[in-house]
Structures are given as C-alpha cells and as structure tokens.
C-alpha cells in the first residue's frame, strides 16, 4: 500500500481469557480428585477433557527428577523411512528428534538399532514401526526419548520362552534418564522391554504390551538403585513380568490395566507384578482382569498396595512392609481405579495426534530457531509451544515447512508477543512483517503479533509496517491478536491467480489504514476489530484493501464480529479497493454481514482508491446492526438469496472442503 496517514499509536486493551482451554484443563485435573463412588462418570468422561496430559510431551515420575528428560530437544528435527537413516541418526553423537515415519523392516533379523544419548525416537502419528530389530542402549547412555512407536515380531517360530535368542523390543544397561511411552511392544524373541543393569531415573507410560510370554523385567543387578516409574500401561495377552522388578530402590506402579493373561496351567510363571529381591514397590490404582497372582513379593521385598480393583482373578496378593511414599519424590494424578480399563484402552499405544513438540525457550532459544528444526516436507503437524514473554524477532515460516501450530502457552494472548518495529522503508511492505507464513497449513494460537513501529515519532516515505504477512493456504488464526497501524495484517497469496484461504476467529486486529488488506479469501469471524483514530475530524483510515482476483468469487468475509473505534463519527471507511501496480485483474470482494459497526463508519463507507472506483469492485454489507449500520444509497446490501452462498463454508470450501471452523 502506498498511501500514508499520520498517526498516534493508542493504548491497547487487553484480550480475554481463553476460557475453553482454562475450563478443559480444569477438568482433566479433576479426574484425580474424584473417589470410587463417582468411577462410573469418570469412565465415561469425553475424551477432551482427559487428552491435553495423556499426550503431554514433557517426562513425569522418576524421568522427570535429577535433570529431567528431555531426549533430542534442541537439536534438528529428521524424518526417517529406512533402516540405515535411523540407525545413523540414532548413534550420532550430537542431539536429534528422529521422527519415524512407515514400517522400517530391521535387517538381518532381530539385530539392534544402537541409540546413543540425548534422542527422541517418536512415531509420526499412527505409522510409526520397527520390525524385526530392537532398540538398543548401550551402558552410559542418558537422556533418551521413545515414544509412538509400534515395535513389534521379531519372534522366533517354537521359542516362546525366549531362550535362543535376546530379540528384545527395547533393551538397555547402565542407562540413566529414560522415558518409554506410548508405544505397542508385542510378538518379540525375548521381552519385550529389558530395563537393566542399575538403569536409573525411568518412566514407562502408557504402552501396550501384547501377545508375549515375557512382557517386561526390570533389575538383573544385586545393587539396588533402579527408580522408576510404571503408569497407564496395558498387559494383554502376556504371561509373566508385567513387570517384574527385582532388586529396585523404588518401583511405583500406578493406573495400570491388566487383563487377558495367558492361561496355561502354569502355577507359579504366569503371574502379574512381582516385587524380587530387595525391591520397594508401590502399586496404586490398577485394575486387574482375569489374572493369576495378580502381585507378590519375595520374602526380602517390600510391596505396598492400594486403591485397585482385581476382577476374576486368584492367587497371590502380598502385602509387604512399607516401602516409600511416591509423592515424596514426585507430583502425580491418580485416576480412579475404575476408570483405567477405558481410560488406558483408549489411551495408551501410539496415537495418530502425538506429535514432536519443540519448546520455546525451553528446547530452542528463539521462535525462528524451532521452526527452523521442523523438516522440509513435514507431513505431521509439530507444534512449537512458545512460552508467555515478549520475543522481539521476526518469524518465517518459508513454504516447505507446512503443518506446523505456533501456539502461546499462556493463559491470554497477551501473554505472549512476537513483535518488531520495523517500517516499510527498510526492506518494503513484506520485509517490514514481523511474521511470514509461506507455508500451507500453519495454525496459530493464542499469540499476539505486533508491529510497533511509531509513525508517528518519524517521517518516513514507507511507514507500513506489518504485523502478519501469510501467502499460503489453509491458515488458522484462533484467539490472536494483531497490532500495528498501517497494512497491520496482510493475507495474500503466491501469485494473483492462485487462491489461498485463510480463516480468523475469536480474535483482535487493530490499526488505521488498509490494515486488513491482500488477495487472500479470508474469513474474519466472531472477532474483534478496532479502528484507531488518527485525530482527523473527516478520515481517520480504511479497514479494508482487497485486492481479490477477478477470478475468485471469494475475497473477504467479516461475519458475526464487533468493529469498534474511538474515532469521531463519519471519519472511517470500511474499505477501498486496491489494484496492485494498477493490476485491473484484481477486483476487491468484501462482504461485511451479521457485524456490528460504530457510529465512527461514514455513511458513504466505500471509498475510491488510485483512480479506481470502488463501484467497480464488489463491495457489499448484509444485515449488519449497530450506529454505523444505517443504510444509505452508496451502501450495497446483499439479497437474502445472496446471501445464502456466502457463508463461512463458501469462503472455505474450496476443492478440498476445507471447513476448519467446522469443528467450534
């Protein structure tokens, strides 16, 4: 945009709180403070109000002390589809998040993938497998991550006792800072998952274990240093050690589900947990299903139950000594007994939304270094979660990073700011933006973008200044805030006739001239925007600038949204078309509908705009209300009939019915 009004940047309001996520966490958190009586409400609670920390990216119990665990955070973010970029990336020396993507089939049969320290190995969604081989850490290795991941039939045909070969799932000796979860282990050649050797500082959560004899040991030591951590796993189909723990200094099982036990007459081998040799084990709140010796302790052991729920089942119960209080070392959520059968089924094993997760400042110093980790190419959506603060820096997100969510992790939008003050004179309008989304399928959430360049402490020849620049397609803008003065937000596209969408809801959007401007169809929904005042008496600006192609039946959409302004009355317009570099090609489409308008709009609110009339361009309101809705002559109103195909969905839609406010 080339014209330039001057201007006093105002005070801001503050945004509102993000209810719906404070109300969700609020309720997930509670699922821990309901008792027995209540377990059947619990076992039917929606799944949204359990998921945000079944699928929490940060380690808990005994992996989460002396440190932490934290895996390859910080280092790049690889995606791998064979055997040998696994393994290469596995055993490198410097940090990695290995995203595994599809079946990797490990050749020669059974043989180890070495992992070395400081990795997260995670499934992409759903489809992350190994098969055939193990995963492998050799003693001294820390600090490791495995999570989503199905590792599964390395089984050797007539050895169900595994004694001819050590073809584990998972293995690892003199490990320390581990976290396994949420992946499927079953039809191996030995266990499943050998924890060993004084391995320290584990947490196991929320796996499968399935069709095995062997499920899961922990020990094979006469010291007794083992800590670790065993919750929401489910044992089907197995026989023995699930776990088994021998010679640990803290074994706390919590919320695990064991059901569908192998019945073959064995009196002593088929059993569910057992605390061996000097083990110190507490086992809360699990339910047990149709199990034999459902848990024991040696002699020289100590085994403290409480709070589960054991159904069909015969055998041993043991209750031995003391042993420790968990919540003396950690914080954790007890579910309700009754619950864990629904929970963990539903739960546990790998997910299709499980993703990687890269923190800021936590796991990467700045907004740009995390994007800059995300994969060319990335398939899966990876979430940076930026923690509140003020980031001053700009952000690209360049085309070949599509699926990513840049979310605020704060309890407002205005927790969290990316911002920079950079005006248009220093590099153009594009160089100026504080954000740029080149890629596709980007989501931002409850963050605030500014540009606070004061135009009015200089004079300058280009003093647009960008909050948001975004030129791909299928972009999602959910409870975010945009400030800045002039050309504030602009939604555009590759080239005039591609079309990319973009839609923004439950947000605010500020500034004075042309500040929501582009090609880009673009939907503005239950928002807010403020017209600010430039202390004119007859034009304090424009609201909008399209610059829809002709082509395109679609430009922009202001719908169900509040305009507000403390601009005298009649001084703002509601928009102007613009014709980039005379462009006749590019027609604006506006329709304002369902919004309240200030008694700032003029009367006359559609404007000319570099010798093109804004009669020529397809400007139009519909049942709009408020003082600055009155109709007048130059006030085109759509038709009821109209009406009806443009909507929300029409904006959308496109080939591919995107429809991302579908889901509100």
């Known amino acids: 945009m080339t014209q330039h009004l001057r201007s006093k940047r105002l005070q ?103 992992v070395a320290s ?15 081989g193990e995963l492998h850490l050799n003693p001294g ?46 039809h191996m050649g030995d266990g499943l998952l050998d924890i060993r050797k004084d391995s320290q500082y ?21 010291d007794v240093l083992t800590q670790i951590t065993v919750d929401h796993n489910w044992f089907t189909g197995t026989k023995q050690r699930n776990p088994s723990a021998d010679n640990c200094a803290y074994a706390h099982l919590y919320n695990n589900y064991l059901s569908a036990q192998v019945a073959d007459g064995d009196p002593v081998w088929t059993y569910g947990n057992w605390s061996r040799g000097r083990t110190r084990m507490v086992i809360e709140n699990s339910y047990y299903d ?31 000594g003391t ?87 704060g309890q407002d939008r205005s927790d969290t700011v990316i911002v920079h003050d950079t005006p248009a004179e220093y590099g153009g309008s594009t160089g100026s933006a504080t954000v740029r989304i080149a890629a596709n399928d980007v989501t931002a959430r ?3 973008f500014s540009n606070d360049f004061d135009e009015a402490a200089v004079e300058l020849k280009g003093e647009q200044a960008l909050a948001m620049k975004t030129t791909g397609d299928r972009i999602v803008f959910e409870d975010t805030a945009f400030l800045g003065n002039q050309d504030t937000l602009m939604t555009d596209s590759p080239r005039l006739d591609v079309i990319s969408r973009v839609y923004i809801r439950d947000s605010y959007i500020e500034g004075d001239v042309d500040f929501v401007y582009g090609r880009a169809t673009t939907v503005i929904d239950r928002s807010v925007i ?49 014709h980039p570099g005379g462009e006749p090609a590019a027609v604006a489409q506006v329709l304002i509908r369902d919004t309240d308008l200030p008694a700032a709009v003029k009367a006359s609110p559609w404007t000319d705009m570099s010798g093109f009339s804004w009669k020529d361009a397809r400007f139009a309101e519909y049942r709009n209300h408020g003082p600055g809705a009155a109709p007048s002559a130059d006030r085109p109103q759509l038709a009821a009939a109209e009406a009806r195909t443009y909507t929300v969905t029409d904006y959308l839609r496109g080939t591919d019915d995107w429809a991302p406010h579908a889901r509100h």
Do not use: C
Not at 77 to 92: E, G, H, K, N
Not at 118 to 132: C, L, S, Y
Not at 210 to 222: D, V
Not at 296 to 305: F, G, H, I, P
């Open 12 to 114: 801001r309001p503050g945004s509102g709180k993000v209810l719906a996520a404070v109300l969700g966490l609020v309720a997930a958190l509670s699922l821990g403070t309901i008792g027995r009586a209540e377990a059947a409400t619990v076992d039917r609670a929606p799944a949204d109000q359990v998921r945000a920390d079944r699928w929490s990216d940060r380690a808990h119990g005994f992996a989460s002390l002396a440190g932490g665990t934290t895996g390859g955070a910080g280092g790049r973010v690889v995606t791998v589809t064979d055997q040998a970029a696994l393994a290469a990336y596995a055993a490198a020396e410097e940090p990695y998040v290995i995203r595994v993507s599809g079946a990797i089939a490990v050749e020669p049969f059974g043989s180890d993938i070495v």
């Open 118 to 132: 400081n990795k997260t190995i995670i499934g992409v969604g759903g489809t992350g497998e190994i098969v055939h």
């Open 141 to 186: 290795t820390h600090n490791v991550i495995i999570r989503n991941l199905t590792i599964r039939d390395s089984y050797v045909e007539g050895d169900w006792d595994g004694k001819t070969t050590d073809f584990d799932a998972i293995q690892m000796d003199t490990a320390d800072h581990v976290w396994i979860d949420h992946n499927r282990f079953e």
């Open 202 to 222: 584990v947490t196991v959560s929320y796996n499968q274990f399935r069709s095995h004899n062997k499920a899961f040991g922990i020990g094979w030591t006469t």
């Open 290 to 320: 149709g199990i034999q010796h459902p848990y024991q302790a040696d002699a020289t052991a100590e085994l403290v139950q409480r709070g589960s729920i054991l159904r069909n089942t015969t055998g041993r119960t043991d209750a031995r």
């Open 323 to 409: 042993a420790f209080d968990p919540r003396s070392f950690y914080d954790y959520r007890l579910d309700p007994a009754a619950a864990v059968p629904a929970l963990v089924s539903r739960f546990s094993g790998p997910q299709q939304r499980i993703g990687v997760t890269l923190h800021v400042p936590g796991h990467y110093p700045t907004v740009q270094a995390a994007v800059d980790a995300v994969p060319d190419g990335n398939s899966v959506p990876v979430t940076i979660a930026v923690a509140p603060g003020t980031y001053r820096a700009k952000v690209y997100i360049p085309a070949t990073k599509p699926k990513i969510v840049l979310q605020g992790t």
């Open 446 to 448: 409850h963050l605030t």
């Open 530 to 578: 403020r017209a600010l005042s430039r202390g004119s008496d007859s034009n304090n600006g424009y609201i909008t600038a399209a610059s829809t192609w002709t082509g395109n039946p679609y430009g922009f959409l202001i719908t169900r949204s509040n305009v507000v302004s403390d601009a005298p009355d009649r001084t703002f317009h509601l928009g102007r078309p613009w």
